[in-house]
T-cell receptor
Framework: DQQVKQNSPSLSVQEGRISILNCDYT??????FLWYKKYPAEGPTFLISISSIKDKNEDGRFTVFLNKSAKHLSLHIVPSQPGDSAVYFCAASVNSGGSNYKLTFGKGTLLTVNP | NAGVMQNPRHLVRRRGQEARLRCSPMKGHSHVYWYRQLPEEGLKFMVYLQKENIIDESGMPKERFSAEFPKEGPSILRIQQVVRGDSAAYFCASSPRQGRTSYEQYFGPGTRLTVT
């Protein structure tokens, strides 16, 4: 059962344009959402997160939007740069006893930013 | 300030052999998490350990898999009698404490296990 879904395996955008990566989830108990970026032969690195009490979080070129009613979140990167080319994972967790350690990941979306 | 270290980076085992994967957390981190990524899948939580304690192993297969995090030395994920379906990338993450903020998990580069 895929509780976190990233339905687009890949996305290609031009440098300078906006990249929009989408993620859907099915578990209504999820209350914390994260985006990770992964380069080949490396582990995932944290990018940005959002709590379920918010609908938007912004950090520089990266913005995450959360639509709880639709169980959908998206990551916007603007402007996109060639160095952003990587696999992006959406992840979610449930607060259990004050901790959100068990992350559930989507399958990832390969973003390619063309110069 | 070294990050999370995992070794070996690549491991090839024949069916029936044992695989031992090691994870050294970041300095000052006493919480370790293991995740598995099967081909074409996302990472899946396996187990959460603190020094000398298994806190949550709900994601670990009941047979053949075990994990430990001794008082001294790295965390070890052990897979006995490996089968082809165990072929995957195994990632370790560490954190300084059991945090409310999950991003405090710092991931290692992973060990790619291939079972022939």
């Amino acid at each position: 059962d895929q509780q976190v879904k990233q339905n687009s395996p890949s996305l290609s955008v031009q440098e300078g344009r906006i990249s929009i990566l989408n993620c859907d989830y099915t578990n209504s108990m999820f209350d914390y959402f994260l985006w990770y970026k992964k380069y080949p032969a490396e582990g995932p690195t944290f990018l940005i997160s959002i709590s379920s009490i918010k609908d938007k979080n912004e950090d520089g070129r990266f913005t995450v939007f959360l639509n709880k009613s639709a169980k959908h979140l998206s990551l916007h990167i603007v402007p996109s740069q060639p160095g952003d080319s990587a696999v992006y994972f959406c992840a979610a967790s449930v607060n259990s006893g004050g901790s959100n350690y068990k992350l559930t990941f989507g399958k990832g979306t390969l973003l390619t930013v063309n110069p | 300030n070294a990050g999370v270290m995992q070794n070996p980076r690549h491991l090839v085992r024949r069916r029936g052999q044992e695989a031992r994967l090691r994870c050294s957390p970041m300095k000052g981190h006493s919480h370790v998490y293991w995740y598995r990524q099967l081909p074409e899948e996302g990472l899946k939580f396996m187990v959460y350990l603190q020094k000398e304690n298994i806190i949550d192993e709900s994601g670990m297969p009941k047979e053949r898999f075990s994990a430990e995090f001794p008082k001294e030395g790295p965390s070890i994920l052990r897979i006995q009698q490996v089968v082809r379906g165990d072929s995957a990338a195994y990632f370790c993450a560490s954190s300084p404490r059991q945090g409310r903020t999950s991003y405090e998990q710092y991931f290692g580069p992973g060990t790619r296990l291939t079972v022939t």
